[in-house]
């Protein structure tokens, strides 16, 4: 059950950040403006909505870990994790220039002050629907694995 939050977790995080990312950075721009081909620019906007969600899995995957968890601490717990996660990517892929080779990401999502538009725009909103998601969740767990005392 763990498992399998923290996998839906991710895919509707994978799915959230890609259109945070397009609606952030929008196609038009960044294909439409530069010479590197559309494989290239595509296949940067898909790995990092990937990465995004596999951050959230992993976050979700930790906060389930933890015995005797309320819920709302285990949203604060996936959300926390998320954001401050997101938070140390973009630094790293920003200021300090990492980035992935046969990738536009850093690029594209992280050059000059870009990063800083990566937390606010896809970092914070993912991490909110992390939080959410992990709500709803642990809310829904909480009521099914109740034993209700037989008459």
Known sequence: MKAM???AAGLVCTATSLGLLFWAYPWSVY????????GVTLR?????????GAVVSVA????????????SAETL???????????MISVVLGP????LPGTRIAGIFFSEF?????????????SIVASAFSWWFASRRRRTSTIKPSL
């Open 114 to 126: 870009k990063f800083m538009n990566f937390i606010a725009d896809v970092g914070l909103p993912t």
């Open 5 to 7: 939050f923290s996998v």
């Open 44 to 52: 940067s906007y898909i790995i990092m909505a990937l990465f995004i």
């Open 60 to 71: 979700a995957f930790i906060a389930c870990r933890i015995p005797r968890i309320q819920p």
């Open 96 to 99: 300090f220039g990492a980035d």
């Open 31 to 38: 294909y439409g403006n530069f010479t590197f081909g559309y």
């Open 77 to 87: 717990v996936v959300g926390l994790i998320s954001l401050f996660s997101l938070i």
